[in-house]
């Protein structure tokens, strides 16, 4: 099972430092996180997500 958790672990590691790239490789080409935010909010709504969660969390709070 050790074996297995080494093997998960590096797909990991892999995929943050391909995404560290990603994100350093757009900053050096003049990215901006306003269109790349909206861009991901119109695809996945992540507005509509963070209000839902930030909701839920105050009535778990109120309770």
Same mark, same amino acid.
């Given at each position: 099972?050790?074996?297995g958790w080494k093997i998960?672990? #590096?797909?990991?590691l892999i995929v943050v430092v391909?995404?560290?790239?990603?994100?350093?490789?757009?900053?050096? #080409?003049? @990215?901006?996180? #306003?269109?790349?935010?909206?861009?991901? !909010? !119109?695809?996945?709504?992540?507005?509509?997500?963070?209000?839902?969660?930030?909701?839920? @969390?105050?009535?778990?709070? @109120? @309770?």
């Amino acid at each position: 099972m050790k074996k297995g958790w080494k093997i998960v672990f #590096t797909i990991f590691l892999i995929v943050v430092v391909i995404g560290i790239v990603g994100v350093g490789v757009g900053m050096l #080409t003049g @990215a901006e996180f #306003t269109r790349i935010y909206s861009v991901l !909010d !119109d695809q996945y709504h992540i507005d509509m997500w963070l209000n839902y969660f930030a909701e839920v @969390a105050a009535a778990v709070q @109120a @309770a």
